[in-house]
């Protein structure tokens, strides 16, 4: 997850940024489902209300919603690696 996690975020902004409604409803639904997977519920709640923006064609309100995933990604890669220090 920590890395795939890095992939897509990196595919959902490179999307928002070329326009691409397609490539950020295809990022935001792996990253959903992902985020879900390992408990991550804020971020995988971000990554839906994402991926039904980019399903609808609305990219300029995709732009500060990616920016908002982006830290929360980062915020849950932070605690994941902690927790596995701890480990």
Same mark, same amino acid.
């Given at each position: 997850?920590?890395?795939?996690?890095?992939?897509?975020? @990196?595919?959902?902004?490179?999307?928002?940024? !070329?326009?691409?409604?397609?490539?950020?409803?295809?990022?935001?639904?792996?990253?959903?489902?992902?985020?879900?997977?390992?408990?991550?519920?804020?971020?995988?709640?971000?990554?839906?209300?994402?991926? !039904?923006? @980019?399903?609808?064609?609305?990219?300029?309100?995709?732009?500060?919603? !990616?920016?908002?995933?982006?830290?929360?990604?980062?915020?849950?890669?932070?605690?994941?690696?902690?927790?596995?220090? !701890?480990?």
């Amino acid at each position: 997850y920590l890395q795939s996690s890095r992939k897509l975020t @990196g595919q959902l902004r490179e999307a928002v940024a !070329a326009g691409d409604a397609d490539g950020v409803r295809t990022a935001a639904h792996a990253l959903k489902s992902s985020s879900a997977n390992v408990g991550a519920t804020a971020l995988a709640e971000i990554a839906r209300q994402l991926e !039904a923006l @980019g399903r609808d064609g609305q990219l300029l309100p995709a732009r500060a919603l !990616a920016d908002q995933l982006i830290a929360e990604q980062r915020r849950v890669v932070s605690a994941l690696q902690a927790e596995k220090a !701890a480990a």
